[in-house]
């Protein structure tokens, strides 16, 4: 099993859509979440950090739930622009802190 | 240009040759991560650093990838005897331990891309 599981997508959606994304991690003793964004032939960057309480940034809504291991994130009012492959990370203690992606999520928003 | 960056950005070997490749991460950063990735898959973790430490390899860190820090800024990540399933987009990032032990999110240079022929 791997340790961060997504959705395996793709999603396509139509603009304006309210899409969510899930995300599960195995190992309890993970510290801290992130959902990272990534676009085609480019490198991961951050979206947004997950919180325990949740989060919000705009049009985006991110859920921890430490008790299932599971993450997720909300996307409203879909825009073209959010077209992309959306990556949950995981920072673990191994010992040292260890940075683990999912596979990533493939987002297709479409006018 | 402060952020983490790599070098080359695209190499092209031939089978058995060795290629090494370049990271500078962003100056403040302690932690430097080396990962892998090719199409349609997130990134795989191979190795990380705290300072010039080497803290932990993944197993699919063979016995021909090697990768340094010497004086825990810049890292090189060596493959010898190359093969074509080697061919990836091999990323590096950064990132700070933070308050509380907390590392702050990873920074990801824009990759380098080799192509084993």
């Known amino acids: ?111 | 240009d402060t952020g983490v960056s790599q070098d080359p950005r695209h190499k092209i070997t031939k089978r058995g040759q060795n290629v090494t490749f370049r990271c500078d991460p962003i100056s403040e950063h302690n932690r430097l991560y080396w990962y892998r990735q090719t199409l349609g898959q997130g990134p795989e973790f191979l190795t990380y650093f705290q300072n010039e430490a080497q803290l932990e390899k993944s197993r699919l860190l063979s016995d021909r990838f090697s990768a340094e820090r010497p004086k825990g800024s810049f890292s090189t990540l060596e493959i010898q005897r190359t093969e074509q399933g080697d061919s990836a987009m091999y990323l590096c990032a950064s990132s700070s331990t933070g308050a509380g032990r907390m590392d702050t999110e990873a920074f990801f240079g824009q990759g380098t891309r080799l192509t084993v022929v």
């Open chain 1, 1 to 111: 099993r791997k340790e961060v599981e997504q959705d395996p997508g793709p999603f396509n959606v139509p603009e304006g859509a309210t899409v969510a994304f899930n995300c599960t991690y195995s190992n309890s003793a993970s510290q801290s979440f992130f959902w990272y964004r990534q676009d085609c032939r480019k490198e991961p960057k951050l979206l947004m950090s997950v919180y325990s309480s949740g989060n919000e940034d705009g049009r985006f809504t991110a859920q921890l739930n430490r008790a299932s291991q599971y993450i997720s994130l909300l996307i409203r009012d879909s825009k073209l622009s959010d077209s992309a492959t959306y990556l949950c990370v995981v920072n673990k203690n191994t010992g040292g802190f260890k940075t683990i992606f999912g596979a990533g999520t493939r987002l297709f928003v479409k006018a």
